[in-house]
């Protein structure tokens, strides 16, 4: 079901810089949520916030996350790469790690502690502390500025109180004695912990905590390489035709512009090997098109003049000259990046759920901290002890898995599905496929191949010339296959002057023709009418009723002249998709505003037992809903302008992406390919997807519930701890990029055969 949301026309990206983690995301986002008649969602895998408001201003918006402690700036005005994280964080987790083996070794070998070892541990810890720990100290500082804490808070604080306390053992309480000996106990009995130093544990979760975030960060830049992937796909120039005076009247040279200064209606020249700058129409030339990085196909698609070619796409052979149709924002790579990227950005409810979680987590855990460091100071067998428990509480308490176990499975699963040719808009497309159990599929361009050809015609008082003219003259400006069917028989015909002309959605088109009153349709419609079909014709209703033809039906002035037959037959892949969605357990309506016969027929010959025909197109809403109130979680497949209410009905719209732009803005989910053999594949990877987000919130929830307790209880030490909740982060982004590997189920088989039940 496509859901209401804010005009994107109204809507505002930003880059945001500094979050550290979901606690940093939810601060961003109630900030500017405070902000009156905005509404945002700030997403802190991809580090970008949308904001929807009226008449969005930038300043304001930039000005207020900037209140919140963050930096902010328009995604449309980001000039170049954003600064390389990962790089940085690589540097800062081998220099952390090259000064915290050796502290972690003495600490932990006893025979390995030479006189003065402590000294000589502390004073590697500390630019550990220092300077590698220096962003998780730095963003709990511009923290607690704004009377906030986050995941950083919590680990600045457990560094900064383990080095505190191993300095004042070293100086007061007896640890810096030359000669002195310490155990490492990881699970130890109270009475075995004694006056120690946590050198290690302050550098140990410093490397830890920066290896997680080093692995997550470079898992949620892979996550998301399959938008980027899509954003560097379009052409950044374009050699374009112009005409020069020449001696002998104009030349056409070519001249190399940027794409932004592109135009509709300009011829460009495509080289062999030359990505295809825009969307258009091949004037010249023939050649085989890679349209991999659009719509999953690994064979090229030989185009000829007349034929529709994707910019962005790859010419592989032969000197094309291609008329641009769309440019810039309206092209069809740049539909594809922008639906990816919301749904991206998108949240599901178990996610809003876990970021309001993780907004009141890390108070709490500060405050289970400090009561646990009081009781276990009152009732515990030592000040060592007590601070050991608190510690380990602040540390391993950690909501950062809660925050990525959405956003990093949504970057996985929506990049793999672009790579494949399914655009997901977005999380809720996710939530209404899981209990998808009816797959309401129209027929005209969607099971068929929508390539009518025509089989008979009837004439009755008119010539077969004049029923063509008029027919074609009427059905001149349409799109629908019918009327190219009818325009490829006879591409020669004289049509006449039409005005008046209108078209009447699932029945037909009425119009003038050379001062006559004409309409052309469905025989039943034209009765409606008040035309009359003469007995002479009577027979051709029957026999275009038990053939399973479509038949156009011509009246002018009240008169039938006659009617043109027409059939269309199944698309290869229609039989392999429509038993592959049996097979996930899912059933298959045909809704199509065709005639009952040709339904009737194509059903049979795919094995669809439920049959709606002859809708319209509120009928079609009115047989989806119908199909909801009884219980049924549909999704509706369509591909046509008179599909695009039913598409935003169903529980899941599904778009081919070969259709209309009005199917495709109405539905949740695009199949750029056109054909319907990746439906299957789109429902599972959309299943696999929430399973995944599922699987994450429930690791990440269970993880603090197992771990807080055992961390309050004093039997973990604060290293175990530190290690524990950097493994809960790499874990949750691990899981989702499992998605990467997800493979297409195929539905691609022979011509379609009668299936034998």
């Known amino acids: 079901m496509s859901l209401i949301t804010p005009d994107a026309s109204h809507s505002v990206q930003l880059d945001i810089e500094g979050m550290t983690c979901a606690s940093c995301a939810g601060r961003v986002e109630k900030g500017l949520n405070d902000l009156p008649g905005v509404t945002a969602t700030v997403n802190y895998a991809t580090e970008q916030a949308t904001v929807w408001a009226e008449a969005p ?3 304001k918006l930039v000005a207020q996350v900037e209140k919140t402690g963050y930096r902010a700036r328009s995604s449309s005005e980001s000039t170049g790469p954003r600064p390389d994280r990962v790089a940085e964080l690589r540097r800062r987790v081998i220099l952390s790690a090259l000064f915290t083996v050796p502290v972690v070794v003495l600490s932990m070998v006893p025979p390995l502690q030479f006189p003065g070892w402590q000294w000589v541990v502390a004073a590697l810890a500390l630019p550990v502390a220092a300077w590698a720990a220096w962003p998780f100290h730095r963003s709990a500082w511009v923290n607690a500025k704004h009377r906030a804490a986050t995941m950083d808070t919590l680990v600045s604080i457990g560094v900064l109180a383990a080095m505190g306390w191993s300095f004042y053992a070293l100086f007061f309480g007896g640890a810096g004695v030359i000669g002195m000996t310490m155990q490492m106990h990881l699970f130890a009995p109270p009475s075995e912990v004694g006056n120690e130093v946590y050198f290690e544990v302050a550098a140990a979760v410093t490397t830890f905590i920066l290896l997680g975030r080093y692995l997550e960060t470079r ?4 996550a998301g390489a399959a938008l980027q992937a899509l954003l560097r796909a379009g052409a950044h120039e374009a050699r374009v035709l112009r005409e020069v ?7 056409s040279l070519e001249q190399v512009v940027p794409i932004d200064q592109l135009a509709v209606g300009a011829m460009c020249v ?11 129409i091949v004037r010249e030339g023939q050649s085989a098109i890679d349209r991999s990085v659009v719509t999953g196909e690994s064979v090229p698609v030989e185009v000829e003049p007349g034929d529709s070619v994707i910019g962005g796409t790859i010419n592989a052979h032969g000197r094309l000259v291609v008329e641009a149709t769309r440019v810039g924002a309206d092209t069809h790579l740049a539909r ?9 950005n998108g949240k599901a409810r178990s996610q809003r759920l876990a970021d309001s979680i993780s907004g009141v987590f890390v108070p709490i855990v500060m405050v289970l901290s400090v009561l646990t460091l009081a009781g276990w100071l009152i009732w515990g ?16 308490a950690c909501p950062c898995a809660l925050g990525l176990a959405t956003p990093t499975a949504l970057l996985a699963g929506t990049g793999r599905g672009a790579e494949l040719g399914i655009l997901l808009s977005g999380p809720e497309a996710l939530e209404q496929s899981r209990h998808v159990d009816i797959v309401a599929m129209d027929k005209t361009g969607t099971l068929t191949t929508g390539q009518m050809t025509v089989v008979g015609t009837a004439v009755h008082g008119v010539s077969e010339d004049e029923l063509w003219n008029t027919l074609l003259a009427v059905e001149q400006s349409s799109s629908h296959p019918i009327a190219e069917a009818l325009r490829r028989e006879r591409p020669g015909a004289v049509v006449g002057t039409v005005t008046e002309s209108r078209a009447h959605a699932g029945f037909g088109v009425s119009a003038v023709h050379d001062g006559k009153r004409v309409w052309a349709g ?3 419609w034209l009765v409606q009418q008040g035309q009359t079909v003469p007995d002479e014709l009577a027979d051709q209703v029957v026999t275009e009723t038990q053939a399973g033809y479509t038949g156009v039906w011509l009246a002018v002035e009240g008169v039938v002249w006659g009617a043109v037959f027409l059939s269309d037959e199944p698309k290869d892949t229609a039989l392999a998709t429509v038993n592959a969605l049996r097979h996930q357990g899912v059933q298959v309506v045909l809704l199509t505003g065709d005639s009952q016969g040709a339904a009737s027929r194509v059903a049979e010959l795919l094995g669809i037992e439920t049959v709606i025909a002859e809708v319209t197109p509120e009928g079609k809403v009115e047989a989806v809903s119908a199909l909801q109130a009884q219980g049924h979680r549909v999704a509706m497949v369509g591909d046509g302008i008179n599909d695009a209410p039913a598409l935003a009905t169903a529980h899941v719209g599904i778009a081919l992406g070969s259709g209309t732009d009005q199917a495709m803005s109405a539905g949740d989910i695009t199949i750029t390919r056109g054909d319907i053999d990746q439906v299957p594949t789109a429902l599972l990877l959309a299943r696999k997807t929430l399973n995944t987000i599922r699987g994450n919130l429930f690791w990440a929830f269970a993880y603090n519930v197992i771990a807080l307790p055992l961390a309050m209880a004093g039997v973990l030490n604060p290293l175990i701890a530190g290690a524990a909740m950097a493994f809960s982060s790499v874990f949750v982004v691990s899981n989702s990029l499992r998605l990467r590997g997800f493979r297409a189920t195929s539905a691609r088989t022979s011509p379609v055969q009668t299936p034998r039940d």
């Open 381 to 396: 067998p030592s000040a060592e002890w007590a601070f050991r428990a608190a510690v380990a509480t602040l540390i391993i």
């Open 219 to 222: 898992a949620k830049r892979d």
């Open 245 to 251: 005076p020449g001696p002998d009247g104009p030349i």
């Open 270 to 280: 495509v080289r062999p090997g030359d990505r295809i700058p825009t969307d258009g």
């Open 336 to 344: 594809m990046a922008t639906i990816v990227e919301r749904a991206q």
């Open 57 to 59: 201003d930038l300043e």
């Open 522 to 524: 469905r025989q039943s």
